[in-house]
């Protein structure tokens, strides 16, 4: 009978660290890439946290694929001149599918902002004359909302599309999207989405790094 205790003790441990190493196999950094470009400079950009989760199609279409996407893009670039980087950040996916009539890919999410909000620095000035120097500075959304459709035509076969894409400059930076929502529409048989980062100087060169496929069923 303690044998067969310490047996079952030891199947639960080893069934709770499978749990425990699935929830975070996710999290961190996922894949990255580097290149020395014609300035001697070199560019690195990763892919973190990224996730695909494959959701009933809301029209009960056989032939839709739906799902929500969040992950973070990240660039390094080091060397002489980093400061002085200027680029493009993209983000995007290889789409394949089997087989399609007239297959439609639609992309939609909102995009990173950045906003300035009361940034009030006080007032100057003897009691009774004050006056505000700097006031209170109140701004929407520096980057809007965007969406991005894409007719992919017949298949079998794999496509390209960039889904988003920002001026970026300096030795790093990073553009993170929570739950982006995609379909892909009039798919017969399964689709593979592979994200992937791509970025690329001003001067042409550019690195891209690509995460592993995710099964859209």
Do not use: C
């Not at 009960?60 to 969040?70: A, C, D, K």
């Not at 089997?98 to 939609?108: A, D, E, H, R, T």
């Not at 004050?130 to 980057?143: G, K």
């Amino acid at each position: 009978m303690k044998v067969f205790s310490r047996v079952l003790i030891a199947m639960i441990a080893a069934i709770a660290s499978l749990f425990v190493s699935t929830g975070t196999s996710n999290a961190g950094l996922d894949n990255e890439l580097s290149l020395v470009d014609g300035k001697d400079r070199t560019l690195t950009i990763q892919q973190w946290d990224t996730f695909l989760n494959g959701v009933f199609p809301l029209d009960r279409n056989r032939l839709t694929r739906e799902w929500f996407h969040s992950g973070k893009a990240k660039y390094i670039v080091s060397g002489p001149g980093a400061e002085d980087f200027e680029g493009v950040l993209e983000l995007g996916y290889q789409v394949g599918f089997p087989w399609s009539l007239g297959v439609g890919i639609n992309f939609s999410y909102t995009t990173p902002n950045i906003a300035f909000d009361g940034q009030d620095y006080g007032t100057l000035g003897p009691a009774g004359i004050d006056f505000d120097l700097i006031p209170a500075i109140v701004t929407p959304p520096l980057f809007p909302g965007a969406s991005i459709s894409a007719d992919l035509g017949n298949g079998p076969g794999i496509q390209e599309v960039a889904t988003f894409s920002a001026d970026v400059a300096g030795a790093s930076g990073a553009v993170a999207v929570s739950n982006a929502h995609g379909t892909v529409t009039g798919a017969a048989g399964g689709v593979l989405l592979r994200p992937y980062a791509r970025l690329i100087a001003s001067e042409g060169d550019s690195v891209t790094t690509y995460g592993e496929p995710w099964n859209m069923n």
